[in-house]
């Protein structure tokens, strides 16, 4: 009964609009009733429209007949809007404007696919007790056989791996200072670190010859490299178990991870890019906690929205963001290393709104097309570090972190919301 009483609540302020919708209907109803009498008293009408009209029933059974029908097509329609959330957008009541938002709740638990680093899956691991299925594919350039270790050696609930492509493939980044790497390095070279990315290049191996394939979706140039067949690059297939999965996820998760080393390179492959293009499930992405040296130096929220669209093909429906006030020695450590924390921009806001869910109060914005949430999805952890030169010795150094339980919690809040 509660049920059913959150369910017509969701059509209150449908009231107005649906009692001028049924009067209309009467009166179109009457006016037709009134021109049929007129036409069959008038006009000469074939001997099967006595059954037709059942007019071998009383006029009075007739009525309740055509009355209950009526009345049950009403109830169906009016009923199948309880998956609408319908609001006024003006709170001025001269102003009767309102949008229209549909939803989907997701029954049991969700199938969840991932696209991100090893660190981010395993970050993401524990929301598999959660989820019928969570289902990490991998990064393109990155060896599966890690993925298979930690998953054996940690035993996640639900969690499993996929590789997007059976065929090798590299990715390289050219940066704005016209340097091209092996996007996998570029952290490593300290004269890279002021630096970012400009574009990103799928590299896909052939034993010892290799082909670029220009990174932005639907170019169909190619720059070969080595000795290449004059055919062109070999495409890069779409192994059946990715395709699946991200065919049947009700969500895909973006992150947490590397946005040039982990996100982006899966969605250089046509297949995979386009599957996510045509999936209906909702899309979220975990934005990074700092800007990535040599990688991301100086994007803001709304510049790393902008590289999943050039190179995704879409917006993601929702943003996750670290709203945690970040300490001052974190900063200056971070900042040393050419690394900023990714913060909204008040001047990039398109929309605002604060909503208060179960867990946390969020702040939302609209960025690009995406929501993005703000919440408290950090914590900072002592992380020992050794030195190349002298390995023997290590210090203790502050850094950030996504925190496992504050993300799985804010994910489910949002799944639970939507």
């Not at 449908?14 to 009134?34: D, K, N, T, W």
């Not at 590289?307 to 993601?316: A, E, L, M």
Request: charge should be negative; aromatic fraction near 10%; include cysteine.
């Amino acid at each position: 009964m509660q049920n059913i009483s959150k369910r017509l609540a969701s059509l209150f302020y449908l009231s107005r609009p649906l009692a001028f919708l049924f009067v209309g209907i009467l009166m179109l109803s009457l006016g037709v009733a009134q021109l049929i009498l007129w036409a069959y008293t008038n006009i000469p009408v074939p001997g099967f429209f006595y059954y037709l009209t059942l007019q071998f029933l009383p006029d009075i059974v007739r009525g309740g007949l055509f009355l209950a029908l009526g009345l049950a097509f009403l109830v169906t329609s009016v009923w199948s809007l309880r998956g609408l959330v319908i609001f006024p957008i003006h709170g001025d009541e001269e102003r009767r404007g309102e949008l229209v938002l549909g939803y989907k709740r997701f029954s049991g638990s969700p199938n969840i696919a991932v696209l991100s680093g090893g660190a981010g899956m395993l970050i993401l691991a524990s929301l598999g007790e959660h989820a019928k299925r969570l289902t990490c594919i991998t990064p393109v350039q990155e060896p599966v056989e890690y993925y298979y270790r930690a998953s054996g050696l940690f035993h996640f609930q639900n969690v499993y791996y996929v590789v997007p492509s059976p065929v090798a493939a590299r990715i390289y980044a050219h940066l704005d200072d016209g340097t091209i790497t092996n996007v996998m390095h570029v952290d490593q070279n300290l004269e890279l670190a002021a630096r970012h990315v400009e574009e990103l290049e799928l590299v896909v191996t052939n034993g010892e010859k290799e082909a670029i394939t220009k990174g932005m979706p639907g170019s169909a140039d190619y720059n070969h490299v080595g000795e290449v067949p004059p055919s062109g690059a070999p495409s890069l297939a779409l192994t059946r178990l990715a395709y699946e999965t991200l065919r049947d996820a009700d969500a895909i998760i973006l992150g947490p991870g590397s946005l040039f080393e982990s996100i982006l390179p899966n969605l250089l492959i046509k297949d995979l890019r386009e599957t996510v293009q045509q999936s209906s499930a909702l899309k979220i992405y975990i934005c990074n906690l700092m800007t990535e040296p040599g990688l991301t130096t100086g994007f803001s929220v709304g510049d790393h929205i902008r590289q999943i669209k050039r190179y995704g093909g879409f917006v993601p429906d929702y943003v996750l963001l670290n709203a945690q006030r970040i300490e001052s020695e974190v900063t200056r450590l971070y900042a040393a290393a050419h690394q900023m924390p990714v913060y909204l921009e008040p001047d990039a806001y398109e929309e605002t709104t604060v909503l208060a869910g179960q867990e946390f109060a969020q702040q939302r914005v609209v960025i690009e097309g995406s929501v993005v949430i703000e919440a408290d999805l950090a914590s900072s952890v002592v992380q020992y570090t050794a030195s190349i030169d002298s390995p023997g010795e290590s210090r203790a150094v502050r850094v950030l972190r996504h925190d496992p339980q504050k993300l799985t919690a804010a994910i489910l809040e949002l799944l639970r919301q939507v």
